[in-house]
């Protein structure tokens, strides 16, 4: 099984949305309860404002057998605001093949900071690849009290430029 990346397209918003709902409601079943997993991702229709909201951000998709497995999407500052990957996909390389993409990305843009709200789930994922919890947050979701953690990782000073 290889994993390959590629581009965002506008089309692709109902399949990532699709995945963002599975992997809230199937994947992460075992760190939130059904009412908080209902609460985060209510509704399996994709809402209008999706895919203005991945159209806001660095969106990396990962395929594999020739099926969407995942997506992470950054802001062009930083902050990771998505990391998805369908359940039946985790665990094989799919979040490391796009968790590097986005990295490279910001060290090419040369950010010298990342930040993301991590779930319970995603977490130990982050911290494997080096982040610091900043910060263990309980936020309302619709009605619904989550934990979550504000981490960070430090990229370093930008490359200076040689003439």
């Known amino acids: 099984m290889s994993v390959t990346?590629?581009?965002?397209?506008?089309?692709d918003a109902e399949?990532?949305?699709a995945i963002f709902y599975e992997a809230i409601h199937d994947g992460a079943s075992a760190h939130y309860s059904l009412a908080q997993r209902q609460a985060w991702a209510p509704g399996s229709t994709m809402?209008?404002?999706w895919p203005d909201r991945l159209a806001a951000l660095d969106v990396c998709v990962a395929q594999s057998d020739g099926e969407i497995a995942g997506f992470m999407a950054a802001?062009?500052?930083g902050y990771i605001d998505f990391a998805f990957v369908r359940p039946r996909w985790m665990g094989r390389s799919v979040a490391q093949t796009l968790y590097d993409v986005i990295l490279e990305r910001a060290r090419g843009a040369n950010l010298t900071r990342m930040t993301t709200h991590a779930s319970l789930l995603a977490r130990p994922f982050f911290a494997r690849q080096g982040w610091q919890v900043d910060e263990m947050e309980i936020v309302d979701i619709n009605g619904e009290q989550l934990k979550r953690f504000a981490m960070s990782l430090t990229l370093g000073a930008p490359h200076e430029q040689t003439l």
Not at 6 to 11: E, G, I, S
């Open 5 to 11: 990346t590629r581009a965002y397209h506008t089309d």
């Open 15 to 17: 399949t990532l949305f």
């Open 47 to 49: 809402p209008a404002t």
């Open 75 to 77: 802001s062009l500052q």
